[in-house]
């Protein structure tokens, strides 16, 4: 630790952590004179994409003609129908459209976590949940103040209390109306605004309290990434702001008194969803 006050964060990451995540740990080391004591590698399954061939093909860095092609064919095996919408993404980076926040940096690139303690982990697999190993949760609470969720997918059991500020995450979207699969269901639903909510983590999905949030402006040809490039622009301060919230002791967070209802990542997969998102896609495109 080299901060004076000593609060201490941790991170549960991908072996890989998109741009806008990168440089939103950055801002909040910069912005709040806190540091990233233990970070919490997801160790990939057997089963899982290779995440550097997967980094390689998401930011181009393989041979000319190829990137585009391995990203389909990996998206492909996890994705199904929803390929064709990030195809028509890739389509589009070719006539020179550009999403550098969704770009991914290696956790060892991440110049905020060059000081950490860096675990690599496979966590306990039911269904769509993961629990980390006894021994990582007690490490995080003897280690971390807070923690910030940015890979794992849904985390239940003892990490969520393990630190004393609890595990925050992200939701890309109002919990108010969407829970789950947000941003492209307000994308369908042509919502003018789309909401930013971070939250304390629990076992209800997207249930957590909130403390912090944003709302931010949708235009008429915004296509599915831009709406998502406008959502990672506030979110690269809004990690900061949250945890100066919960470091406050006289701030409040928010409980919401209802929820939205909740849609299954899996219908992005059905060949409906997918059709629909590329059209309105196209759409904005050529209005």
């Given at each position: 630790m080299t901060r004076s006050d000593g609060f201490r964060v941790g991170v549960l990451a991908a072996p890989y952590l998109r741009e806008w995540q990168a440089r939103s740990l950055e801002r909040a080391t910069a912005d709040t004179d806190v540091a990233v004591s233990l970070v919490v590698v997801d160790e990939p399954a057997e089963s899982d994409a290779d995440p550097d061939a997967l980094a390689a093909a998401v930011n181009g860095r393989l041979e000319s003609g190829?990137?585009?092609l391995d990203l389909l064919r990996l998206t492909l095996e996890r994705?199904?129908?929803?390929?064709?919408v990030v195809g028509e993404r890739e389509l589009a980076r070719r006539f020179g459209a550009e999403h550098?926040?969704?770009e991914r940096r290696a956790v060892t690139d991440v110049d905020c976590l060059a000081s950490a303690e860096i675990r690599h982990v496979s966590p306990r697999i039911d269904g769509n949940w993961r629990e980390l190993p006894s021994e990582t949760v007690r490490e995080i609470a003897e280690r971390c103040d807070i923690v910030v969720r940015y890979g794992f997918g849904l985390l239940r059991g003892g990490v969520l209390e393990a630190p004393d500020h609890g595990v925050l995450s992200f939701h890309p979207a109002d919990v108010r109306?969407?829970?789950g699969l947000g941003t492209p269901m307000a994308f369908l639903d042509g919502r003018e605004t789309v909401g930013v909510t971070l939250q304390r983590l629990t076992e209800e999905i997207d249930g957590g309290e909130i403390v912090a949030e944003a709302t931010v402006a949708v235009d008429d040809g915004d296509t599915l990434w831009d709406v998502y490039d406008r959502i990672h622009e506030r979110q690269l301060d809004l990690l900061a702001e949250g945890i100066r919230n919960v470091r406050d002791p006289a701030f409040e967070p928010t409980v919401p008194e209802a929820v939205g209802p909740y849609y299954s990542m899996d219908r992005r997969r059905r060949?409906?969803?997918a059709v629909r998102t590329v059209l309105r896609n196209v759409r904005r495109r050529l209005s």
């Open positions: 190829r990137n585009a994705e199904r129908a929803w390929t064709l550098p926040l969704s109306r969407y829970r060949p409906g969803f």
